[in-house]
């Protein structure tokens, strides 16, 4: 076994056409190498194997019976080879390929998005990443339609058994009120406080996520008071401002939204915010959603 476990692919490949072609000529001149170099190599292969591959008489060149048998599996190992070859390079390329982030607000949090995309450039140094903003109206930002590959987004997700996911951070969800507002005086609301007011909601297409930053679970069947929809933070700063209503925000994207006349207050009895980046389960598999999610997770775990 010792004696051809250095046969190189080269030297099988040698073998092959000068068994096919029965000429040294012909086949030095399809594997683009001198007559003289083509012989030495399939001497040194029959000196390492210990056996005489070939027959070469005044009548030309024919395989001997050890030739002969080697000679299917030598194919073999070159077909597998070349399917190995052609696995590496659609490997290579999609090592070199696309990865496009969907997200409806940045993550910010501690430079998350910096440190994922160091240790994910790290394993995957041809690979390009596109940012892509989506607006509130999506709320899987992107994955549902295919515009993007990965997503950060809130939980829960519509048609979770379509995703999977890796959670990010898990935040309180306080209320954002003018800071004119009854309530802004308190240090602390109480959920059953906030029953009656008029709420700002996400675009009704946000689904699941519409209900979850309206409390929905928590009301107990009492309907919420709509006092506008939104569809971005600019939107939803304007709205504060203006008195048209109140509204939910998770602790991390609270900065994005307090400025000059609004406040935020902690809420008692809500459950917190979970901001989670996702992908297809039909993706899950691929080589650079894979990566994004490895790094996702061990930056998270290493904050944590």
């Known amino acids: 076994m010792a004696m051809t476990s250095d046969v190189h692919v080269r030297d099988l490949r040698y073998f092959v056409t000068v068994a096919e072609e029965l000429h040294f000529t012909r086949a030095a001149e399809q594997l683009y190498v001198s007559q003289p170099a083509l ?76 440190a994922i995309r160091s240790r994910f450039t790290a394993d995957h140094p041809a690979a390009v990443l596109r940012l892509r903003q989506v607006t509130w109206d999506d709320p899987t930002a992107g ?14 997700l519509p048609d979770p058994g379509r995703y999977g996911w890796v959670v990010v951070a898990e935040e309180p969800r306080l209320v954002a009120l003018p800071e004119g507002h009854r309530l802004a005086a308190r240090d602390e609301v109480g959920l059953d406080d906030l029953f009656e007011e008029p709420f700002l909601a996400l675009p009704s297409s946000a689904g699941v996520l519409r209900d979850h930053w309206l409390a929905l679970p928590e009301r107990q069947g009492r309907p919420p008071r709509i006092g506008a929809e939104i569809a971005g933070t600019e939107e939803t700063y304007e709205a504060l401002v203006a008195g048209l209503g109140v509204c939910l925000v998770a602790s991390g994207n609270a900065p994005l939204i307090t400025l000059g006349g609004v406040v935020t207050r902690p809420v008692r009895g809500l459950s917190p915010a979970r901001y989670a980046l996702a992908w297809r389960r039909e993706d899950e598999q691929r080589a650079l959603v894979r990566g994004y999610a490895r790094a996702c997770a061990r930056v998270v775990v290493g904050e944590m």
């Open 39 to 114: 012989s030495k190599q399939v001497r040194a292969l029959e000196r390492q194997l210990g056996v005489e591959l070939f027959h070469r008489g005044p009548q030309g060149v024919t395989l001997t019976e050890a030739g002969a048998a080697l000679l299917p599996h030598a194919r073999e190992v070159l077909r597998t080879w070349a399917e190995g070859a052609a696995a590496l390079e659609a490997a290579r390329a999609a090592a070199r390929g696309t990865l496009v982030v969907g997200m409806s607000t940045s993550p910010g949090r501690g430079g998350l998005l910096p």
């Open 143 to 156: 994955l549902a339609d295919g515009e993007a590959d990965v997503a950060f987004v809130w939980l829960p």
